[in-house]
């Protein structure tokens, strides 16, 4: 009996020693940080098994928070994220530039293996928060700051300054940048992978042309919303050779001549032409013939598109596209769901854009 209870004893040990750890170490990955911090109140064994898991403390997640600069030093001040990876403050409340200084001055320690920083909706960031945070961050890869229009080029200069391994960059809606901060983004990224550049309103040629030369490691290429561009700004796009996605959304400007200079990007898999209106056959025919992996296609809204383009490019899409969006294409007779399928049979999406 004596026997027995040691046994027992010695198992619950071990349990508690080594198995709930273990389902505690695979389990509290899986888990909002909320919970994490609620479950670290629950007894202080339990507090210290997960503090001893640090792959737990690598995502800081502030998303629509309020209070969120507080809660950021804060955080940043706690030994467990002293190697944060990923710093989430999309749309968070109250998050200044004041704050971003504070985590400069009293957490830099803390932001050295920071990867990846999401400011997207954070207006009330300026040029002076970004040399702030981005000073602390020598390790950032992504860095994304959607719908600011207090940063300027001044914002971008410290940014390419300071931090030199970015490789994923989002300044979408970003208004008050010019053709400056691409000169900058090309000088300095040759790497960069992802680029997203949507209603970026004062950029011109020039500037998209700069990117072109210099970041040929681009695989995706968001040019949603820019009317301004011409022909002239795509002739040399052919330099991405890696080019997998482009979304020129509402490239008024965009001719068959053009689309021709981006029909050469042969890996391309995604292309948005939606609201491009200048485009017709010809240039359609023409990405039929160079870019024969396409799996997403949108001609939404062009009326200047016949039965001929989509019969081109059933000859060499026909087994990739999944993805074909024709409707508002008035030239095009043959778009009910059936008579797509029968050229694209393997289409699941028929409609990007309401």
């Known amino acids: 009996m004596e026997e027995q209870q040691v046994?027992?004893?010695?198992?619950?040990?071990?349990?508690?020693?080594?198995?709930?750890?273990?389902?505690?170490?695979?389990?509290?990955?899986?888990?909002?940080?909320?919970?994490?911090?609620?479950?670290?109140?629950?007894?202080?064994?339990?507090n210290a098994t997960l503090i001893s898991c640090p792959s737990i403390w690598l995502l800081l997640d502030f998303r629509e928070m309020n209070n969120a600069g507080t809660r950021l030093v804060d955080a940043l001040?706690?030994?467990?994220?002293?190697?944060?990876?990923?710093?989430?403050?999309?749309?968070?409340?109250?998050?200044?530039?004041?704050?971003?200084?504070?985590?400069?001055?009293?957490?830099?320690?803390?932001?050295?293996?920071?990867?990846?920083?999401?400011?997207?909706?954070?207006?009330?960031?300026?040029?002076?928060?970004?040399?702030?945070?981005?000073?602390?961050?020598?390790?950032?890869?992504?860095?994304?700051?959607?719908?600011?229009?207090?940063?300027?080029?001044?914002?971008?200069?410290?940014?390419?300054?300071?931090?030199k391994h970015v490789v994923d960059l989002n300044v979408s809606g970003c208004k008050n940048l010019s053709d400056k901060s691409l000169q900058l983004i090309a000088q300095n990224?040759?790497?960069?992978?992802?680029?997203?550049?949507?209603?970026?309103?004062?950029?011109?040629?020039?500037?998209?042309?700069?990117?072109?030369?210099?970041?040929?490691?681009?695989?995706?290429?968001?040019?949603?919303?820019?009317?301004?561009?011409?022909?002239?700004?795509?002739?040399?796009?052919?330099?991405?050779?890696?080019?997998?996605?482009?979304?020129?959304?509402?490239?008024q400007n965009l001719s068959d001549?053009?689309?021709?200079?981006?029909?050469?990007?042969?890996?391309?898999?995604?292309?948005?032409?939606t609201w491009c209106v200048r485009v017709t056959d010809v240039g359609v025919i023409v990405v039929a013939q160079g870019c024969t992996s396409l799996e997403f296609l949108s001609l939404f809204g062009i009326v200047g598109v016949t039965n001929k383009c989509l019969e081109a490019l059933s000859l060499t899409c026909s087994n990739s596209l999944t993805t074909l969006d024709v409707n508002g294409c008035i030239g095009i007779k043959k778009r009910s769901r059936d008579e797509l399928l029968q050229m694209f049979p393997k289409l699941r999406c028929f409609k990007v854009h309401s």
């Open 77 to 163: 001040s706690l030994a467990r994220y002293r190697h944060v990876k990923h710093i989430n403050l999309e749309f968070a409340q109250d998050i200044e530039d004041k704050h971003l200084e504070l985590v400069k001055s009293k957490c830099r320690d803390s932001l050295q293996d920071l990867e990846v920083l999401n400011l997207n909706g954070c207006q009330r960031i300026s040029d002076k928060g970004i040399e702030a945070i981005t000073s602390a961050c020598p390790s950032l890869k992504e860095f994304s700051i959607y719908w600011n229009v207090r940063v300027t080029d001044i914002g971008i200069a410290h940014l390419v300054k300071n931090c």
């Open 7 to 46: 046994e027992a004893g010695e198992e619950e040990v071990t349990w508690s020693r080594e198995t709930i750890p273990k389902v505690l170490k695979i389990v509290s990955t899986r888990l909002p940080q909320r919970d994490l911090i609620t479950l670290l109140l629950v007894s202080p064994w339990l």
């Open 257 to 273: 001549e053009g689309v021709a200079c981006i029909a050469r990007c042969k890996g391309l898999l995604s292309l948005n032409l």
């Open 189 to 251: 990224y040759p790497e960069l992978q992802l680029l997203n550049l949507t209603r970026c309103v004062k950029l011109t040629d020039s500037g998209l042309q700069q990117i072109l030369h210099g970041c040929p490691s681009l695989h995706s290429l968001n040019l949603y919303a820019l009317s301004s561009f011409t022909d002239e700004a795509y002739k040399k796009i052919s330099l991405l050779s890696h080019l997998k996605f482009l979304d020129l959304c509402g490239a």
